[in-house]
């Protein structure tokens, strides 16, 4: 049983679009019926979780897509804080072992960065850590993107979090034209000494399960299960 977590160097930075081109790609290539997919925690709405429903018709339970949600587009101890109640990290957990139990392979889709709050206490390396979740590590193509990166691969190495590799996304069409400049994929391997799987192109509708499916299977997968 193979769980991944896909994390970021920010938010709004593509981990959904690489959750949903590697949830296409099972559908498409793979025993569909043995893959699980969790939002780890959904501020705002409608969210990702509505999007994965929307997309994909799952063989699971709705409750465990999307386990704890709070409806302020913010950072969840702010959020829940809101709502007057805590983060529930018990059912999280229970719903990911659930899943787990179920399932062959398990993605989990975190919030914002490594380094983001899910609790006043705990970040989400934190989390990765504890529960002992190897990371794909979401990276956009854009200025900055290599301190982002040597930055969040130090902190996963410091919570002893297992990096699967990294995988660069093209935010916008001239993000495809300067990925050489912007996140240049030899200088970031020697930097920081991880597997780089790939590059998702710039998707102007990344709701086409075909071609999600096609650009991750240009990935190199193999480093992943």
């Known amino acids: 049983m193979t769980t991944l977590l896909i994390t970021g160097t920010d938010t709004e930075i593509g981990k959904t679009v690489v959750t949903l081109s590697l949830t296409a790609y099972w559908h498409k290539y793979c025993a569909w019926e043995k893959l699980g997919i969790m939002k780890l925690i959904q501020t705002g709405s409608p969210g990702d979780s509505h999007l994965y429903q929307q997309l994909f018709q799952w063989q699971q339970e709705t409750a465990l897509i999307n386990p704890v949600s709070y409806q302020s587009p913010i950072a969840p101890p702010l959020a829940a804080e809101k709502e007057n109640q805590p983060v529930n990290l018990t059912t999280i957990w229970e719903g990911l072992t659930t899943l787990q139990s179920q399932k062959e392979v398990v993605l989990v889709e975190a919030l914002g960065g490594l380094g983001s709050p899910i609790t006043f206490e705990m970040t989400v390396a934190d989390i990765a850590a504890a529960w002992q979740l190897?990371?794909?590590?979401?990276?956009?193509?854009?200025?900055?993107?290599?301190?982002?990166?040597?930055?969040?691969?130090?902190?996963?190495?410091?919570?002893?979090?297992?990096?699967?590799?990294?995988?660069?996304?093209?935010?916008?069409?001239?993000?495809?034209?300067?990925?050489?400049?912007?996140?240049?994929?030899?200088?970031?391997?020697?930097?920081?000494?991880?597997?780089?799987?790939?590059?998702?192109?710039?998707?102007?509708?990344?709701?086409?399960?075909?071609?999600?499916?096609?650009v991750a299977s240009n990935l190199e997968l193999e480093y992943l299960w």
Not at 142 to 157: C, E, M, S
Not at 162 to 176: D, L, P, Q, T, Y
Not at 184 to 212: F, R, W
């Open 134 to 214: 190897p990371i794909i590590l979401v990276v956009p193509v854009k200025l900055g993107a290599i301190a982002q990166t040597v930055a969040n691969v130090a902190l996963a190495r410091q919570h002893q979090v297992s990096i699967k590799g990294v995988i660069f996304n093209c935010v916008s069409a001239e993000a495809e034209n300067n990925q050489h400049n912007w996140t240049p994929s030899e200088l970031i391997s020697n930097l920081c000494q991880v597997p780089i799987l790939g590059t998702i192109p710039y998707l102007s509708n990344p709701s086409d399960l075909e071609k999600l499916a096609q």
